[in-house]
Structures are given as structure tokens and as C-alpha cells.
């Protein structure tokens, strides 16, 4: 493969990495905003698996970069190319699931933590004036661990 055909082929794939690496951030922000209650949080979270997302999806380009593929200059890049697309879809895939676990988590805990404070204010006798929220309400009553109960 040509300099040309090589340094094209980086160069398409280190823009496509970069768009999908911003979508990611853009709409995982917003996702893990809403479940961890602090903006700051939301967004570092977000910057934290954006970046990863970007270390390996430029690592696997530089290493696709190096496999040959077809005989001549643009076959080869449009191969290239497209093993670039698939490998970026299950990379971005992954990450979605990452997000979507890491909200999971949140959601599931802060759940948890109410419930526990709700019964600790009801052992002492304190009313509980807190409204239901609409992430709770989406879940099913989870009894929290055993260390949490109260004796």
C-alpha cells in the first residue's frame, strides 16, 4: 500500500473514531447526569469511559492500520475501512453497555439508600415526607443487603 492510500486510511479512520467518540460523550452525559443526581459527576463519569473508548478504538486503528489488505491502493482502504466500521460498532456497542451498567448501578444504590434511610427515620419514629421519585417508582422493592438492615 501507498504512502497515500496509508495516510488517507488513517485519516478516515482517526475522523470517524473522533465523531463516535463525541456521540458517546454527548449522549452519555446526559444518560449518567440524570442517575448520579450531580452534573460533575455525570459528566467526569462520561469523560472517564469517552476516553477509554478513544485509547482502544485508536489503538485497534493503528494496529488495522499495519494488516495488509487487497492488492491495490483503494481496494485496500475500502477494506480497511470497512473492518474499521465493524470494529468500531462493537466498540461502540461495548461502551453502551459499560454506560448503561455503571446507571444501573446508580440507580440501583441510590434506590437502596433511601429505602434505608425511610426505615431508619420509621424506627425512630420520624414521619417521612419524601415524595416517590420516578426512577424509584420504575423499580421493583429491593430489600437492601443484610449489613444495611437494621437488628
Not at 473514531?17 to 449518567?32: F, P
Not at 459527576?41 to 489503538?59: D, E, N, Q, Y
Not at 420509621?122 to 419524601?130: C, F, L, N, Y
Amino acid at each position: 500500500m501507498s504512502t497515500e492510500a496509508y495516510v488517507s486510511f488513517l485519516a478516515i479512520g482517526v475522523v470517524l473514531v473522533l465523531i463516535d467518540g463525541q456521540v458517546i460523550y454527548r449522549s452519555g452525559r446526559g444518560y449518567l447526569e440524570s442517575s448520579y443526581g450531580d452534573p460533575a459527576a455525570g459528566a467526569s463519569m462520561t469523560r472517564l469511559v469517552t476516553v477509554l473508548f478513544h485509547l482502544v478504538t485508536l489503538g485497534l486503528l493503528a494496529l488495522l492500520s499495519t494488516i495488509p489488505l487487497g492488492d491495490s491502493d483503494l481496494p485496500g482502504v475500502v477494506g480497511r475501512v470497512g473492518v474499521l466500521l465493524l470494529v468500531l460498532a462493537i466498540v461502540h456497542a461495548i461502551t453502551l453497555a459499560v454506560l448503561g451498567r455503571i446507571r444501573g448501578e446508580q440507580v440501583g444504590e441510590a434506590v437502596v439508600n433511601r429505602r434505608i434511610s425511610r426505615r431508619e427515620a420509621e424506627q425512630r419514629g420520624t414521619a417521612v415526607t419524601t415524595a416517590v421519585s420516578s426512577q424509584e417508582a420504575s423499580y421493583p422493592d429491593v430489600s437492601p443487603p443484610l449489613e444495611h438492615r437494621a437488628p
